[in-house]
């Protein structure tokens, strides 16, 4: 924060220096031109007085003599103008300077703020599995005669403990990939069946051990969108309609086109989300009721889910019933050329 006030104050320093700069190139240019102009008037004004002449005798009959020029007196009046003009430069934009660099720090500080929150929360997480793998070792340390039968269980939970935290660094790497690409996408036309067929392909696996059937029912629109990250986007929906769903259980994937967007449902017959938790499912580590769930995560999946629709300037939302199911929709915008 007191960066934050330092920066803005030496920002707010160069906008009034840059104006105040200015103003006085312009006072210089305006004083000097004024005063030349003052002193040759009161020259011209000298001249005719010492040579008696009379312009219009006619006129000059009917009308009192113009005031004699005073160019010192001018000139004063001429430089205390511009130094108020001035003063009143260096107060103005000395107040519009400090309000300017404020506006202009604001969205740097809470980038850095967000990216501070990022680094807190990935720490956090990746210390607590750290932390069990240095007591299980410590304790297995301190075992003067382990069975064999011990240390395949403390491999064993270490093995799963590393795996864990291989997943959780991957989907670190994915969740900031994701926000490099917000304004930074290079769109190319999509074919929405292709690329869901692409992230089928990835969860059938998990659907077969659970024997989900996943009925893939969408038209084959062409979207404006990165490939890759779309299918990303459906592994992700689905792999998570798989996991919170029952085994031999239903898992659906529609699509309709409406004026503007086309719009993706991927719904389930699953354990649904408690209304509380749907304000929060897309906040990085948010994970709803583990213990209904009783499913490994990291809570990342649908913070990047969301941030692959916004970078597609698309929306996602979410609507549940506790044991009944869960629906996503996406909106996605459709082509200009569509
Ligand atoms: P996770 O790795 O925990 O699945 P996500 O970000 O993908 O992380 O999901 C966040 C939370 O949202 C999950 O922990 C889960 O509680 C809930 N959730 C997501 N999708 C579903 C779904 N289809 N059915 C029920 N709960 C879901």
């Known amino acids: 924060m007191n960066t934050f006030h330092s920066t803005r104050l030496k920002l707010t320093a160069w906008y009034v220096i840059i104006s105040i700069v200015i103003t006085l190139l312009f006072s210089l240019v305006i004083y000097f031109g004024i005063t030349t102009q003052l002193d040759g008037m009161s020259k011209f004004q ?3 007085k010492q040579n008696n002449i009379q312009i219009n005798p006619s006129i000059s009959s009917s009308m009192s003599p113009p005031p004699s020029l005073d160019p010192e007196s001018a000139k004063n009046r001429i430089f205390l103008i511009l130094l108020i003009v001035n003063g ?3 107060c103005v934009s000395g107040g519009a300077g400090y309000v300017l ?32 793998i240095r007591t299980e070792f410590e304790v297995a340390m301190l075992e003067k005669n382990m069975s064999k039968q011990q240390s395949e269980k403390l491999i064993k939970s270490s093995y799963e403990e590393i795996v ?8 670190l790497l994915e969740l900031t990939s994701q926000q490099k690409k917000r304004g930074n996408l290079k769109p190319k036309d999509v074919s929405l069946l292709e690329v869901t067929e692409a992230a089928l392909g990835k969860v059938i696996p998990l659907a077969k051990q659970k024997h989900i059937t996943i009925n893939n029912l969408v ?50 017959n699953g354990i649904g989300i408690a209304q509380k938790d749907c304000l929060h499912i897309f906040d990085r580590f948010y994970r709803a009721d583990k ?20 970078s597609h300037k698309g929306s996602i939302s979410v609507e549940s019933e506790i044991n009944h199911g869960t629906v996503f929709t996406i909106k996605l915008p459709l082509p200009s050329n569509s």
Do not use: W
Not at 296 to 309: H, T
């Open 46 to 48: 000298e001249l005719n």
């Open 88 to 90: 009143v430069v260096l």
């Open 101 to 132: 660099a404020g506006r202009t720090l604001r969205p740097i500080i809470e980038m850095l703020e967000e990216q501070s929150r990022f680094i807190t929360d990935a720490s956090h997480e990746l210390k607590t599995p750290l932390t069990a």
């Open 164 to 171: 864990n935290l291989q997943g959780l660094a991957e989907n």
């Open 219 to 268: 038209d084959d629109y062409i979207l404006q969108g990165e490939e890759q990250s779309l299918a990303e986007l459906f592994v992700i929906l689905l792999d998570n309609a798989i996991k919170y769903s029952p085994d031999n259980s239903e898992v659906k994937l529609n699509s309709k086109k409406t004026d503007r967007h086309i719009m993706i449902t991927v719904s389930d």
């Open 291 to 310: 213990s209904r769930s009783k499913m490994a995560g990291y809570g990342l999946g649908l913070s990047i889910a969301k941030e692959i629709v916004e």
